[in-house]
C-alpha cells in the first residue's frame, strides 16, 4: 500500500503547513480596515508579488494533479489543451494594464462592478450569478484534489476522501474568510515557492532517477502517449480555455489589485511564462507514472501524490505533499475570494446599497464559510478534478468571454447586446451538453458561437440608441 510508505515525519510536516497557512490568514486580519483591503489588498502589489500569486493559482491542483491525471489516462491530450489556455493568458497579460488602469480610473475592483458602469445592473446581476456559480465549482475542483491526497496520506488510520475533502473545506474557510486579499496573496507567494522546488524539481528528477534515467524512460516509453492528437471533446476544451481567459474573475481581481498598470502587466507576463516552463513538467509526471506506478491507477488525481510517495524518502515526500497542498489551496481561495465577493459585494450589495462596510465585511467572511460547503458537494458528486473544472468553466467561458473584452474595447457594446450573448452563450451551451454534445463537440464551443452572434447583432441595432458613455470617456 502506497500509504503504509508514508511515515510520522511527513504526516508532521503536513500538519504543521496547514497550521501555518491558518495562522498567516490570522495574523493579516489587522490589517482588514475595510472593503477595498478584504478585496483587493488596497491596490498595494508589485509585479513579483504578482507573478507569484498568478503562478500558484493557475497551476492549482487541477490545473496540476488533474492535468498529469489526464496526461496518464490520454497522453498529449494534456498538452492539447493547455496550450490555448497559455495563449490566453498572454493575451490576458496584454490587456491587463488597461484593467489594471480602469480600475483606478473609475474605482472598480471586480468585473461586475465594470459592468455595471458600462451597461446597469441587470447585465451585473447576470455576469455576477455566473461568476459566483463557476468559482464554485472550480472550488470544488481544488477540494477534490485536496481530498485525494489528504487519503493518500491517512487512509490507514480512516482519513476517507470524503472526510479529506471536509478538512480541506475548513482550512480554505479559515485563512481566507480571516485575511482577505492579503492573506490569500501572500500565502499564495510562500505556497509558490513550495511548489516549485518540492513538486515540480524534485519530484520529475527523482521519478526519472527511479526508472533508471532519461534512456530507460525513452525505451520503454508508449509511443502513444505522446502521439498528438485532436477531437471534438479537445476541441470544447480548447475553447473553454482560450475565451474563460478573457473573463477569468480571479485574474481580473489581481489585475484590479495591482499598484500601477506597469505592475499589472509585468507580473502576468512573468507569471504566464513561467506557467508556460511548467506544461512540460506536468505532462512528464502524467507519462511517466506508466512506469512508476504501473497501469493499474484508477483514481488518475493520484497520479501525482502517488508519484512522491513512491519516490521520495522520508521527509522529503512530507514537503512534497505539503507543496502539492499548497498549490491546491493557492488556487481555492483565490476562487473562494472572488466568489464572495460577488455574492456580498456585486450581488448582496447591489440589493442594498445602504449596506454598511463593516457589516459587508462581516457577511464576505460568513459566504467564506457558506460557499466552500457548496463546493464540498460538488466534489462528492463529480469524481475527477479536471472534469469539475471543466464542467463549471464551460458555462462561464460560452456565456461571459466575449461580454468581458467587449466591456473593455467595444464602443458599440451595449446592454442589451451583452445581456443576449449571455444568455444566448448560457442556453446554447446548457442545451448542447443536455443533447449529449452532438458530434462529440465540448458544449463551449457553439455556446461561445452564439454568444458572439447574439451580442454583435443586438448591440449594432440598439447601439444608436443607446451608445456607450463609459468608453467615451476613456
Known amino acids: 500500500m502506497l500509504q503504509g510508505e508514508i511515515t510520522t515525519l511527513d504526516l508532521v510536516i503536513v500538519g504543521l503547513y496547514l497550521i501555518a497557512m491558518v495562522a498567516i490568514g490570522v495574523y ?20 513579483l508579488v504578482l507573478m507569484a500569486t498568478v503562478c500558484a493559482t493557475i497551476i492549482g491542483g487541477s490545473g496540476l494533479m488533474g492535468r498529469a491525471g489526464k496526461a496518464y489516462s490520454g497522453g498529449f491530450m494534456a498538452i492539447m489543451t493547455a496550450l ?26 471586480s468585473i461586475p462592478e465594470l459592468f455595471d458602469r458600462r451597461f446597469g445592473k441587470s ?54 474568510a480571516t485575511s482577505g486579499r492579503f492573506g490569500v496573496v501572500y500565502t499564495d507567494v510562500f505556497q509558490f515557492y513550495m511548489l516549485l522546488i518540492f513538486v515540480y524539481i524534485l519530484i520529475p528528477v527523482s521519478s526519472l532517477k527511479s526508472v533508471g534515467g532519461w534512456a530507460s524512460f ?20 480548447i475553447v473553454t480555455y482560450l475565451v474563460f481567459t478573457m473573463a477569468g ?44 506506478l504501473g497501469e493499474g491507477v484508477t483514481n488518475t488525481d493520484s497520479v501525482v501524490p502517488s508519484l512522491a510517495i513512491r519516490v521520495l524518502p522520508m521527509g522529503l515526500t512530507g514537503l512534497a505533499l505539503a507543496g502539492l497542498l499548497s498549490v491546491i489551496m493557492s488556487t481555492a481561495d483565490s476562487y473562494l475570494l472572488v466568489s464572495v465577493q460577488t455574492c456580498v459585494h456585486d450581488i448582496g450589495k447591489t440589493i442594498n446599497p445602504a449596506m454598511p462596510e463593516k457589516r459587508e465585511i462581516l457577511w464576505s467572511r460568513i459566504f467564506s464559510i457558506i460557499l466552500p460547503l457548496g463546493a464540498l458537494v460538488i466534489a462528492l458528486y463529480i469524481q475527477n478534478a479536471y472534469d469539475i473544472l471543466m464542467f463549471s468553466w464551460s458555462f462561464y467561458a460560452a456565456a461571459c468571454g466575449l461580454p468581458c473584452f467587449a466591456a473593455l474595447y467595444w464602443r458599440k457594446a451595449t446592454s442589451a447586446g ?32 452564439a454568444c458572439a452572434i447574439a451580442l454583435v447583432c443586438v448591440s ?14 476613456e
Open 123 to 176: 447585465a451585473k446581476l447576470i455576469l455576477a450569478a455566473l461568476i459566483a456559480f463557476t468559482m464554485m465549482g472550480t472550488v470544488a475542483s481544488q477540494v477534490r484534489a485536496a481530498g485525494t491526497i489528504i487519503n493518500l496520506l491517512g487512509g490507514d488510520v480512516g482519513l476517507t476522501y470524503e472526510l479529506g475533502a471536509l478538512i480541506a473545506c475548513i482550512v480554505f474557510m479559515l485563512y481566507t
Open 218 to 237: 525513452q525505451a520503454n516509453l508508449d509511443p502513444a502517449l505522446v502521439k498528438p492528437y485532436i477531437n471534438g471533446s479537445i476541441l470544447g476544451d
Open 249 to 292: 474573475a480571479e485574474m481580473w481581481q489581481r489585475a484590479f489589485a495591482a499598484k500601477d498598470r506597469s505592475s499589472a502587466k509585468k507580473g502576468m507576463f512573468l507569471g504566464t511564462t513561467v506557467y508556460g516552463l511548467t506544461i512540460i513538467l506536468v505532462f512528464f509526471m502524467g507519462i511517466i507514472g506508466h512506469q512508476v
Open 28 to 47: 493579516f486580519v489587522r490589517r482588514i480596515q475595510n472593503t477595498e483591503d478584504y478585496y483587493v489588498a488596497d491596490h498595494s502589489f508589485g509585479p
Open 418 to 449: 451583452v445581456i443576449a450573448g449571455m444568455i444566448a452563450g448560457f442556453v446554447v451551451c446548457v442545451g448542447w451538453k443536455l443533447a449529449g454534445l452532438p458530434f462529440g463537440l465540448g458544449a463551449a464551443v457553439p455556446g461561445a458561437i
Open 84 to 109: 490555448p489556455y497559455l495563449l490566453g493568458l498572454f493575451i490576458f497579460s496584454g490587456i491587463s494594464g488597461r484593467i489594471s488602469e480602469v480600475g483606478f480610473r473609475h474605482n472598480i475592483t
Open 460 to 473: 449594432l441595432a440598439t447601439y444608436q440608441k443607446h451608445p456607450s458613455v463609459f468608453l467615451a470617456a
